[in-house]
Every structure is written in C-alpha cells, then in structure tokens.
C-alpha cells in the first residue's frame, strides 16, 4: 500500500514519506474542524436548519478536498470559506434581500464563471498580474473583515449613533466567555498546542454550561435524532427565478472576486510554506488547484452551501511535513468521518464561534509584513485595501478601492514599471461597479 501511495502521489520526490503525509493531514483537520461549527453557524442565519447546513459543509469540504488532493496533489484543504459565508449569510441573505435558495443559484453561477476563467487561463493572469504588495493585503483584509463580523456577532462591539460602533457591555456573559475564550486559544497557539481551537472552543462551551450563559442540552435527544449522510433539504434547491429579482451582477461580481482573491492570497501563503512558490510569485501546477477549487464552487451551488475555497490552516500540515496530495485526502477522509458528530457540534454557544472568528482573523495578519511599508505608492493602496473590507463591510469593495488606488497612485508618481494592463482593467470595472451603485 505504501509503495502504491508513494507512487501515485510522489511522496519520496516530494522530500516526504507516507506516515509523515497522514499524519499532516490529521494536524490539518486539527486546526481547521472548528469551522464545522462556524459555517453552519453562519449558514443558520439565513433560514438553513444548522444540521442541514452541517452535511452540506461537510460534503463540500469532503468533495472539494479530494479532489485538491487526488487530481491537483497540493497538500491543501478546501472547504465553504469563511469571509464568503459571512458575506453570504449576513449581506446577500440579509440587507440584500436575497433567500438562500436564489443565493446559492448565484453560487452556482460564480462556479462556472470560475472554470471559464480558469479554462481560458484568464484567472491565471490575473493573479500573476495582481502586484505583491496587493496579495499581501488582500489576506489581510479578508481577516480584519472576519474578526469585525466575530465582535459583531457576539456583541463585543455594539452600533453607535455618536461613534459609528463602541464597546459593548463586556459584563453580558457572551461578551465575556467570548474575551476569555480568544484569550484561552490565543495561549493553547501560542504554546504550539495542537488543535487550539477546538479545544479553546470545547473548554468555553463547557464554562458557560455551568455556569448557565446557554441552557444544557439534552445530548440523549441529540443523539437519538436519526443521522443525516446527505443534504437533501438544501440539495439541488436552485432558484434562479428568486436570483434575477435581484442586483445579480453585483453578487456576481462579488462572489467571484471574493473568491477569486480570497484563494489567491491563501494558496500564495500555503504554497510559499511548501516551497511551490518561485521567485517571481508563479505558484508551480496552479492550474490544477484553480480548477479544482472551481469545481468544488459548482458542487457548493448544487448541494447547498457557500463558495469553497482554499484554507489558510492547510499551513499547519505543511509545517508538519506535509508535501503531496496524501495529506489533503487525509484531511477529506476525518472530515467525512465527522457527519457523526453532528449532534455534539450543533450545541457550540455563538461566543465560541464568535472567538473562532476572532483567532482567524488575527492568523490571516501575517500576510502584512510582505509589503514594503517604505514604498508608499504600495503601502498607501495596500492600506486602504486592509482597511475598506471591515469599514464598508464588503471584501469587493475593499478590493476595488484598493486596486483604484494603486493605479492612481502609481500613474501620478510615474511609476509606469509597476502598471500592469490587466490591472488597469481590473481598477475600470470596479470603478464602474462603484459608478452604478
């Protein structure tokens, strides 16, 4: 079996063995399981039961993840991202007035326009076009955007007519689990411990159980509930009749940049730690993983739930030796496994969720000390690209100010070697996005 795995996958080329590829994949799933709670949390916003959304996460992660591992070889973990399912749960399910049902119609639609760009190698370009300066920013937004919407959640910050947002009242029990349980993960990380979030979320439920912030559940109940294997209420249910009542190009245009950006930044981080990187930012066999997480979008529409993309905790099986596709079929095999503990991850209060959120957020800063902060034709834009995502509480708009500003910027300094054409295109359309608002 081993010589067949090392064959398939290239382990020994890779600098790897088959027990160290295992046992990266389980350090993956270690670091990433938190989101099994976190997305259906979410999800459950917008009128999806939470178990409902559970299955659906999981088979996306499960499908998306195989696919990455069997047919890309990348050591990488794919699954619903987290910035995107808050913008779908909390923007286009929200304010936006859009129902999940037509929501994950535009889902769907975002899916194929990423295996078109992919096929054409116009999403290639784009991300071999997109200056350093910005994918080191784009992460980074993404994550300030992430933990705005975890204080958000769980009532740390609070709407203020004077000031915009203020402090919440740190005494309400959610707000102070919430605080000390970033504080008790901040420290399981910081010590190296494996699986901080999980346990840091395990060890917060448990507190406010006792000391009832939320009402012990009845686990028994939980566990006699006959166990779902496969989305069938969220399965298939498309409404592209509800989704052209809507600003279709808008959620569109969104989701695919979103995603498109989200991806690029986090597969620039994980493939940089596994030595995919050159020098130049080309990321070595990037078609195959594009396409793989396109197909993993398309699969997302169809059974249920938000755009997959690629995860940043896919890191920390690459620091363990992770080298080849072994890990990331390693990381789907857990992540299928884990449809039976459905009941156990329903009861996860929103302050340990919330915390999660936070963590997240704070993991994704890392991506900022790339950017050459003494430049400030690169700082400038790269600081209002950080900035805009969680201020207008849209990663898009982030993205286009940022990229507006950084052709102005350059123009006006005649910095013609930084301008690239497809980024000058990129700064027109969103600058026509922001036009017809």
Not at 52 to 61: L, M, N, R
Not at 96 to 124: C, H, P
Not at 233 to 262: E, P
Not at 419 to 426: A, D, G, R
Request: glycine share 10%.
């Amino acid at each position: 079996m081993n010589e067949l795995l090392n064959r398939y996958f290239k382990i020994e080329a890779a600098g790897s063995n088959v027990r160290r590829e295992i046992l990266a994949g389980v350090t993956t799933f270690v670091t990433m399981c938190y989101l099994l709670a976190v997305v259906p949390g979410m999800l459950s916003n917008t009128g999806i039961a939470f178990g409902d959304a559970f299955v659906s996460t999981v088979w996306i992660t499960v499908i998306a993840t195989l696919i990455m591992g069997l047919w890309a070889n990348f050591p990488v973990a794919v699954a619903p991202g987290l910035g995107i399912s808050a913008f779908f749960s909390f923007i286009v399910c929200g304010p936006m007035g859009f129902t999940w049902q037509a929501g994950f119609a535009a889902v769907l639609i975002s899916g194929i326009i990423f295996s078109l760009l992919t096929f054409t190698r116009i999403r290639q370009l784009i991300i071999n076009s997109v200056p350093m300066s910005m994918k080191s920013a784009i992460p980074a937004g993404i994550g300030f955007f992430i933990a705005f919407i975890g204080m958000k959640n769980c009532g740390l910050i609070v709407g203020d007519k004077t000031s915009f947002v203020t402090l919440g009242n740190l005494w309400d029990p959610k707000v102070f689990l919430t605080v000390i349980c970033v504080i008790i993960i901040g420290a399981l990380i910081a010590r190296g411990t494996k699986g901080a979030m999980i346990i840091g979320m395990a060890i917060i439920t448990v507190v406010g159980f006792v000391f009832g912030a939320t009402p012990l559940p009845d686990l028994a109940a939980e566990f006699a509930k006959p166990i779902k294997l496969f989305p069938t209420a969220t399965a298939f249910q498309l409404d592209f009749g509800g989704l052209m009542k809507h600003s279709v190009v808008v959620v569109l245009f969104t989701l695919c940049f979103i995603d498109l950006f989200d991806n690029l930044g986090t597969l620039i981080g994980v493939c940089s730690k596994a030595g995919y990187v050159s020098a130049d930012g080309k990321i070595r066999g990037i078609d195959r993983a594009l396409m793989s997480d396109s197909i993993g979008t398309l699969c997302s529409g169809l059974l249920g739930c938000t755009t997959a993309t690629t995860y940043l905790e896919s890191v920390s099986g690459v620091a363990a030796g992770g080298r080849t596709g072994l890990t990331a079929v390693t990381v789907a095999v857990l992540f299928a496994l884990s449809l039976f503990l459905a009941p156990i991850l329903s009861i996860v209060p929103v302050y340990a969720t919330s915390a999660a959120l936070m963590i997240v957020g704070a993991m994704m800063m890392g991506t900022l000390r790339a950017i050459n902060w003494d430049d400030f034709t690169d700082a400038l834009p790269a600081f209002l690209t950080v900035i805009s995502m969680p201020l207008t509480f849209n990663i898009a708009t982030g993205l286009g100010i940022g990229f507006i500003s950084y052709i102005a910027v350059k123009v006006l300094t005649r910095r013609w070697k930084d301008i690239n054409p497809t980024m000058c295109v990129l700064a027109v359309l969103f600058g026509i996005s922001f036009a017809l608002r």
